[in-house]
């Protein structure tokens, strides 16, 4: 007689699979008992500390000079007041003399230098950047009509397109010292004479304008 206990291939087969499903599921079992599971870190928290801001002094400073000293150079350069047909316009009696023109200049390009240093500096330590943007775009575009009214002016000989950038630049002297207000009415203060001394070249352009027509 056959052997009772002899199972068919077919069932043999599946109590292996079955076995080896056992195995495998006490070993899984095993393994997630060793695994330590360590806690989820929460989306955007961070054990390292926040960064503080600050500034740039010595690069606001390469800056502020670098703008400001282009914009003096250029219009030195071409300013001419020794020419033949400036000395021909007819010049207001309360215009100052020639010799004062690069004194003051000079002492405001120095001012504008130091001040808009000092508000680039603040706006960084605040991490107001910005304003910071803002104030060195203005500061460039001022720059560019101080230096741009001397060569419409004696290059150029156009005394009514001069008197309109005059008027350019004095408006936009004082909206770069409302920018500086940002940083602190003092630094704002410092830029006055500036916006003051533009204010004046307007009227003396405008005069030279009217009375060479």
Known sequence: MPDQDVQPPEAQ??????????RVANA?????DKVEILPAESPGVSDEPESVPTAHPVKNLLFSTAIVT???????????PNSRWYKKLKKPDWQPDSSAFPIVWTALYAGAIA????????????GNRKDAGK????LVVNMALNAGWSW???????????????GA??????????RAR??????????????????????LSSELWLKNR
């Open 13 to 22: 087969l599946r109590d292996s699979a079955s076995d080896i499903e056992e």
């Open 28 to 32: 899984v079992e095993d393994m997630t």
């Open 70 to 80: 282009t914009a003096a150079v250029v219009g030195s350069m071409v300013t001419d």
């Open 115 to 126: 001040t808009s240093t000092s508000v680039l500096n603040k706006f960084q330590r605040e």
């Open 135 to 138: 104030y060195r775009c203005a």
């Open 152 to 166: 419409t002016f004696f290059q150029a000989k156009k005394l009514g397109p001069a008197a309109a950038e005059a």
């Open 169 to 178: 630049l004095a408006t936009s002297t004082l909206c770069l010292a409302r």
């Open 182 to 203: 940002k940083a602190g009415v003092g630094r704002c203060i410092t830029l006055l004479p500036y916006a003051a001394w533009t204010a004046f070249a307007f009227g």
